[in-house]
């Protein structure tokens, strides 16, 4: 009885160990999920890769001045005007993918980094969710 509890124990620690091991990446960020169409947040602020540059545009809330995403501390250091459509492109955009997530740098120190949480969202380094209308290549 004691070598079925043993034996048991152990095939029990085993399963344990092999799944608390295993990192598992549910979606597979690629670079080329942000060519075209781009990422979408709350339908007034996109980001897309056109060519070599980085484009960031849409509308800098005055309705929610408090919102926080990667994007909006873009446009105010950028000093865009509340309200009004702004764009802004960064030239030289670099985009690395580690598992599920997304390394984009370009020129003027932009750096920025997102996770890829579902097959067409992401979200930013403060948590905003992003989506795209691309549906992903099988």
Known sequence: MKKMIRLFLSFSLILLLAACSEDVTQYEAKASDFEDVGFVYNNDLT????GEELVIF???SKYDPERKTIIDKLSKSANAVQGE???KRYKNVKIKTKKDKYYITADDGLSLEFQKIGERIIVDE???EYF???YPEK
């Open 47 to 50: 980001i897309v890769v056109i």
């Open 58 to 60: 849409g509308f800098v």
């Open 85 to 87: 459509f702004n764009e």
């Open 126 to 128: 403060v948590g905003a």
């Open 132 to 134: 795209t209308n691309k």
